[in-house]
């Protein structure tokens, strides 16, 4: 326990004097170093955490959270498992879906395309708020009419405006395992964009009766997908759906078939949190600098201290009250500074964009034209908890180091 005279003599210490003020410097510079390393790591974090957040609404504005889909593939009565799939505590809707994966052409152009099989009656409870119409709308896609809808990198690339026909060719499996090719024609009822090069250069929409005629399927559907009410409770429904509905189907969710995106995301998240505690740990390095030079300084007084009757514990208490004061404010300064500019980013980064005459992330380059934050502070008080033990380790030796004087040694030449 820290007494109030160890305190006071901690606290004096920070108050150099004339020929020690090289050593105030340095001391303040620690204090700087640690205040910006922290603010830094809880700016960085927010700005990527905000960057996921936005992947991951992209990611998710034009498919579900979960799927559920038969033992085999195909899944018969999906409307009864539609039911089943929203009754589920944290369904917010389900809809049905047929997959199919081929080419598109319109004039001489072929581009790859992933075709979605959709029912709108179904599809806009579950992601009809998500969908960004630039032309056309949901209604437009009926049983039998032949219509679809393209992205706009889709469009764009095959020079298609509403009512331009365009070609689907699709791999359907045969019988003997092999595919035969289906050519059929469709005419263009809307484009959308949903922010993403994988759903704006590559996704197409049809009714769900034209795709699973395209296939054969009858009245089966490739599965059946569900929005949750929190996206992050989505791997539970699905684990819940899978035990309750049992082995005839397979539940998957958007963390799983979308593992690689965020998985490289907690990566970068990773090494930027190391890369940027180097600054931190230089700046504890500097602490343990100043504090040793300061014992160098004060040996004479660690050796009155001793004479008076302070032990060795006492002193090492004295030096760890200085290191502590330096180490802690730096990080409550970095902390309430990291804070307030995470919380501000998307006010700071257009007034310097304007300030500045250049925009950082330009919308003919990015898809995400502003810099997100998102401010977790379960990461704030990680950042700070680790900074103050790091803090604290730094003025471990330079205070074991003053308790080791020798004050008779010391005051020999006084």
């Known amino acids: 326990m820290i007494n109030p005279v160890e305190l006071f003599v901690g606290l004096r210490y920070l108050r150099a004097k004339r020929r020690t003020r090289f050593v105030s410097f340095i001391t303040l510079i620690s204090l700087l170093g640690i205040a910006l390393g922290v603010a830094a790591l809880i700016v960085i974090l927010s700005v990527m955490n905000g960057f996921e957040g936005e992947l991951r609404g992209r990611l998710l504005s034009m498919s579900a959270h979960g799927s559920v889909s038969g033992a085999n593939g195909n899944t018969e009565n999906w ?37 979605h099989g959709i029912d709108p009656l179904y599809e806009k ?8 119409m630039v032309e056309g709308d949901l209604d437009a896609l009926q ?24 070609v689907l060719l699709i791999p359907r499996p045969v019988g003997d395992g092999t595919l035969e090719p289906v050519l059929e024609r469709y ?22 009766n034209d795709a699973a005629a395209i296939q054969d399927l009858g009245t089966a559907v490739s599965a059946v997908r569900f929005r949750a009410d929190d996206v992050m409770q989505a791997p539970a429904i699905s684990r819940a759906l899978q035990a309750r509905l049992g082995d005839t189907v397979r539940s998957s969710d958007w963390t799983i078939e979308n593992g690689s995106y965020f998985r490289a995301i907690r ?16 700046a504890a390095f500097n602490i343990v600098a100043s504090l040793v030079m300061v014992v ?21 208490r004295v030096f760890f009250v200085q290191g ?24 700071i980064v257009p007034f310097l964009e304007q ?9 003919d380059v990015y898809y995400v034209t502003r810099i997100p934050s998102e401010l977790e502070w379960q990461d704030v008080a990680v950042i700070s908890v680790s900074a103050f033990v790091l803090t604290s380790l730094a003025t471990l030796y330079p205070a074991r180091r003053a308790a080791l004087v020798n004050p008779a040694a010391a005051l020999r030449y006084e």
């Open 79 to 115: 409307r009864t498992l539609v039911d089943e799939v929203g009754a589920e505590p944290g369904v917010a809707a389900a809809a049905p879906i047929v997959q199919m994966e081929g080419m598109i052409q319109s004039g001489l152009e072929l581009y790859a395309v992933l075709v």
């Open 125 to 132: 409870p579950l992601s009809g708020a998500m969908i960004n």
């Open 143 to 166: 049983a039998g009419s032949r219509g679809i809808i393209l992205g706009r990198i889709l469009a764009y690339d095959l020079g298609a405006r509403i009512g331009d026909g365009v």
């Open 187 to 208: 005419v263009l009822r809307g484009i959308f964009e949903a922010g993403l090069q994988d759903h704006d250069a590559v996704l197409a929409l049809v009714h769900i």
């Open 267 to 282: 990566i970068e998240k990773m090494m930027m949190s190391l890369i940027l505690s180097l600054i931190i740990g230089v």
């Open 296 to 316: 160098t300084d004060k040996t004479t007084d660690i050796a009155v201290l001793r004479t008076l009757g302070m032990g060795p514990n006492g002193v090492v």
């Open 324 to 347: 502590a004061v330096i180490g802690w404010s730096g990080v409550l300064i970095g902390v309430l500074l990291g804070i307030v500019l995470a919380l501000y980013v998307p006010v």
């Open 355 to 363: 300030s500045l005459g250049f925009q950082i992330m330009p919308g």
